[in-house]
């Protein structure tokens, strides 16, 4: 089974913190993307990245970065965390077009 | 981009069918998923249907695609209480998935 996880499902972190979200997944995929997901608003891309040090914006990536240094592993980082990214984010990964995703990570800025 | 859209909320009663319907704007979206969220719980692919096809059946499963209309529905034949969760609509744009906002249904024993 393809298994993707994400390191912390809860975090609490103060307004101007850096934030570090990681997640890893074992089935060699190429694709791997973060989301994240809102009450009424869905998942709403953020990064997405097709291949290692390679990274692409999608739909709202003001405020965040993402690394990827190596095949399995993606990082998604606020630089200076804002209230309004209270939320929770979600990783995924793929290799020809169905997503797996990992369990979440429930994210609150004070 | 691409948008999504679906109902907030769907209420039925244990045994009864629930149609969650879709309506999507990316006329070239190749695969269209549908995704189940449950509680506390990541996304898990529920089934899907490519977009040569009207229609897909997979148990109690049934997605209906209207190409012309953008609207995308899946059925769910004898609704269980294992069922309540968030279910998202996702076609496949040139990018990656865009999700609806998602339909929480409820069901009722």
């Known amino acids: 089974d393809v298994k993707v996880t994400q390191s912390s499902r809860y975090l609490v972190k103060r307004t101007g913190e850096k934030v570090f979200l990681e997640c890893v997944q074992d089935m060699d995929h190429e694709n791997m993307f973060w989301y994240r997901q809102d009450p009424g608003l869905g998942l709403r891309l953020i990064y997405f990245?097709?291949?290692?040090?390679?990274?692409e914006k999608g739909d709202i990536p003001e405020g965040y970065s993402v690394s990827r240094e190596k095949k399995e592993r993606f990082s998604l980082i606020l630089e200076s965390a804002s209230t309004n990214q209270t939320s929770m984010y979600l990783c995924?990964?793929?290799?020809?077009?169905?997503?797996?995703f990992g369990e979440g990570s429930r994210l609150t800025v004070l | 981009g691409e948008d999504v859209e679906q109902s907030l909320f769907l209420s039925v009663r244990e045994g009864d069918s629930s149609v969650i319907n879709c309506t999507y704007t990316?006329?070239?979206?190749?695969?269209l998923y549908w995704y189940k969220q449950e509680p506390g719980a990541g996304l898990q692919l529920l089934t899907y249907i490519f977009s040569n096809m009207d229609m897909k059946q997979d148990q109690r499963l049934t997605v209906l695609l209207n190409k012309k209309d953008k609207h995308l529905s899946l059925r769910i034949a004898d609704t269980q209480t294992g069922d309540s969760a968030i279910y998202f609509c996702a076609p496949r744009g040139r990018r990656a998935l865009t999700f609806g906002s998602g339909t929480r249904l409820q069901v009722q024993p």
């Open positions: 995924a990964s793929s290799s020809t077009g169905e997503l797996f």
């Open positions: 990316d006329s070239s979206s190749t695969y």
């Open positions: 990245s097709y291949d290692v040090k390679m990274k």
